[in-house]
């Protein structure tokens, strides 16, 4: 049915507009934001078929966030609804040097941390599916979200899916040891990691050159690839971009500079990216894709992937920075 499945939190987002404080703030820009649901429009954006599952309130917030996916061509139907309940919701101040923009979750007993592991018929989602990806956000949510995601990947495989997992490891929501024993054996089912050094460092305290980490990781745990992503910041609002990935062998991407309007969901797009290229060409594929709607991520506002495939080409190329006429 699907080339890939994601399952996650979308929560509304609230960010002030003009570089306000949030204690200034009379007004909000608000869109929908999740690591998941970003990563399923990226790759609906660039040519795949897509799902995105998640547990929402039935009410207008949560059909908000529901229409702001699915506006993109991913498939909501999988999306549980609950009587009762509330949408989650982050806070965004935008930050200018040297003030560094920050996140105020308020996302404590939102619908899907009630999610349960039987409460969502995965093999009817799965069957016909290539891939299946979600992050160490969900499993962080709740107890019984952690068992729902277990048994996601588990059945994912069961099927005959390849299994992604973005490592997106919140220091908000869970401790790095919890983490560490409960992503212990969920990796242990997944074929593509994706993550930061910093993530990996926090969570498994593996430190070093991003290949001796990519290397150790698949030592312990088997993975297919490992894909480490590389922010340098220069400033709140530039930086520079690139990534590797280790497979049969070291893949390289291309350095992108970076002019940021919105950094957030930077790392959903690579992810898309990624995903997409693996999909269709393979690991080079993979970086290249992967860098190039990362960093055109950072020139727009929203946590989601407004770019079209003709100009993810542009960027691989070297094209992208020429004025279109």
Same mark, same amino acid.
């Not at 049969?248 to 002019?259: F, H, P, Q, S, T």
């Given at each position: 049915m699907y080339d890939v499945v994601t399952l996650g939190e979308t929560m509304l987002r609230l960010a002030p507009p003009d570089f306000e404080r949030l204690e200034q703030a009379r007004t909000y820009n608000v869109t929908a934001g999740g690591s998941e649901s970003s990563t399923a429009v990226g790759i609906a954006r660039i040519g795949l078929k897509t799902a995105w599952v998640s547990k929402l309130p039935e009410n207008p917030m949560g059909r908000f966030i529901a229409n702001k996916v699915r506006e993109h061509g991913v498939d909501t139907s999988h999306v549980v609804w609950m009587d009762g309940g509330r949408a989650g919701v982050y806070f965004l101040e935008f930050g200018s040097a040297p003030r560094a923009s920050q996140v105020i979750y308020d996302r404590k007993g939102s619908a899907i941390s009630t999610l349960t592991a039987n409460e969502i018929d995965w093999k009817p989602i799965f069957q016909g599916t290539r891939l299946f990806h979600t992050s160490g956000i969900t499993p962080a949510l709740s107890k019984n979200c952690a068992e729902a995601t277990a048994q996601a990947v588990s059945e994912a495989r069961s099927a005959g899916c390849m299994v992604s997992f973005d490592m997106n490891y919140r220091t908000k929501l869970w401790s790095p040891e919890n983490a560490r024993a409960c992503l212990s054996e969920l990796l242990k089912q997944v074929n593509i990691l994706i993550t930061t050094r910093q993530d990996i460092a926090r969570v498994f305290g593996l430190t070093g050159a991003p290949e001796e980490i990519a290397e150790k990781l698949k030592e312990m745990f088997n993975f297919d690839v490992v894909a480490v992503t590389l922010r340098e910041p220069i400033s709140v609002q530039t930086g520079k971009w690139?990534?590797?990935?280790?497979? !049969?062998? *070291?893949?390289? &991407?291309?350095?992108?500079?970076?002019?940021?309007? !919105?950094? *957030?969901?930077? &790392?959903d797009s690579f992810t898309a990216g990624f995903l997409y290229g693996y999909l269709t060409g393979g690991v080079e594929k993979g970086i290249a894709y992967g860098d190039a709607m990362a960093a055109l991520k950072h020139t727009f506002p929203g946590d989601l992937t407004w770019v079209t495939p003709e100009e993810v080409r542009d960027q691989i190329e070297g094209q992208g920075a020429r004025i279109k006429r």
């Open positions: 690139t990534s590797m990935a280790l497979a !049969d062998k *070291v893949y390289r &991407g291309k350095v992108y500079d970076l002019e940021i309007i !919105d950094r *957030v969901g930077s &790392g």
